[in-house]
């Protein structure tokens, strides 16, 4: 069942376009992670869907209902906050308790649902502590308490764990994953971080300059992106020129490679570069491929590797040995390889339909 | 106050750790300056209150009276001007108050053109001196029917107690984050329940230090209240100023006239100190 349903949503500020009609959709339980570079509108979308920012256009349903009429406080949405928007002049538990007051739950109900959401957020014994008496992770559980205890139809999140350390990031984000788990609330995750966005999400929904690029769970979009951009984005890669026929590309140096999909002409491929087998080889066949530089990242080996004009990074997991640069190298190519659809100009302008775009985004993220 | 954000980075670096050695140094020209700016005046002014004549040679006066005091105190018009005067403060706090919150949330929230302009324009009323406020507005309450009235006379300073509340109520309110408003919407607040549950209690150390500072400059004003109001509307002020005479130095009176006018400053500033938690007093001062 649909829980959110996006349809075409814009924003403009004055001439220029933050965000180009956007839709997506999020089924009842599942996480959905918006990722893009900063600026890319992400934010932008999350604060309409919330209704703290107006949108130009489009439409908003929320479990069947219109909702982008109505005003925040009336949207059954919870939103955690990057700077995590506790108020500074209450405890925690009357944080926690702010919301239901505002909703005019019962008062046994209310110290229920704050009880269970203190516990699921390992909350306990810091009820009267005020939020500046708390580091940044407890704060960011605080607010995210103080979302759950509302059980809205839909959770937003805003970058929520990218003013913590490294370290707590990647407690907190377990953290979170299971607390998903557990409670299987509605979520709309955003983030520019890569890593966070396949580790948590169902579904990755990738943005950039104001538009949905790709949709897809996160192995399908780093098996198989379909964008150039996405390739890039998620993970390192080789973005590669081919020459396709049928099922067979050939690279630019002439090695031929196997293809996922049917296709003619010239063509772009991502091959990932712990996809690409690579050892060390005297005579080598065909074009001649060196290693010109390797660094060591303990559990795997980064080489840069030179073939022609072409410079490809290949990681090698594993390894007993490196391979010196300067030594001539064999690259074998994984089967399958996606072929990145070639989504150009055309596209783009039967979606803005007439409308004077300037190609200027504004940083709204 | 954004200017006072923007250099804060680099304070902070400049910042110093206050050490066990640096305790004795401070404490001793802190006390020192206590000592000659506040200590010595006040007892100078208690010798001068009492002292039955005090010609130069002598260091300490010859004789004592409380005949003085006894004059001053048993006037029964003394005690009616203190009412007056109490009661005109607090309608001219809440006035303020009242008057400043909006402009003030205006001036903290919403970019404007002109900003700095309009910011001067509030700042106005205290660069030009009360008195000559005092005689111009003079003329247009008697032409109102406001002059010789108690309405007058709080209108008057209120003019004079405006600004500063404006700019304490617009450095309290610049500090509470958008995100604050939104998280609250998100909660299910509307508008008044943001104002009374978010906004009112975070702008409390604004509205605190801005009604002290109202309060007492109303209870001390004297000039423009003098203008408008006297003779019939009599304020603790303008009744003391009248026991001085204007023709010889009475320092003996001036200084009973002075330790009853410090009296409400003290007593304010004592109940504030104990109502005041001190991360309020730091709020206040901008350090949050």
Redesign the interface.
Known sequence: MTMLEITDITKDYGASRALHPVSLSVAKGEFVTILGPSGCGKSSLLRIV???SQQSGGEIRLAGQRIDML?????D???V???Y?????MTVEQNLR??LR??KVVKAEQQRRIAHALDICTLAGLTGRMPRQLSGGQQQRVALA?AIV?QPNLLLFDEPLSNLDAKLRDTLRHELVALHRRIGATSLYVTHDQAEAMAMSDRIVVMNAGRVVEIGTPLELYRAPKQAFTAGFLGQTNLLAITASGRTGQLPWGQPVDLATETSGPAQVSVRPESIGIRACDQASGAPATVAGVSFMGASALYTVAVGDTVLKVSQAGGDALIEPGRTVALTFPERLPVLEDRGREDREIEDQGRKDRLRTPEVA | MTALAETTPSQATRRRTFTREDRLPVAVGLYVFLFLAIALPLGLMSLWSIADGWPPPHVLPQSYTTERWAGVLGDSGLLRAAINSIVIAIVVTVATALIALPTAWAMARFPFRLKRAVEIFILAPIIIPGIVVAVGIGQVFLALGLAYSVAGVILVQIVGTLPLMIRLMTAALETI?D??L?????????TA?IIR??VL??AVPGLLAGGLMSFVGSFEEFDKSFIVGAPVVETLPIKLYMYLDPYSMQLPLASIVSFLLLLPALVVFVIAGRVLRDDLMAAGMGKI
């Open positions: 919330m209704g703290i005003p925040p406080e009336r949207r949405i919870a939103m906050f990057q700077s928007a506790l108020f500074p002049h702010f919301g505002m909703k103080r509302m | 984050p995100d604050l939104h998280a609250a919407r998100s909660l299910g607040a509307g329940d549950h978010i209690p975070l």
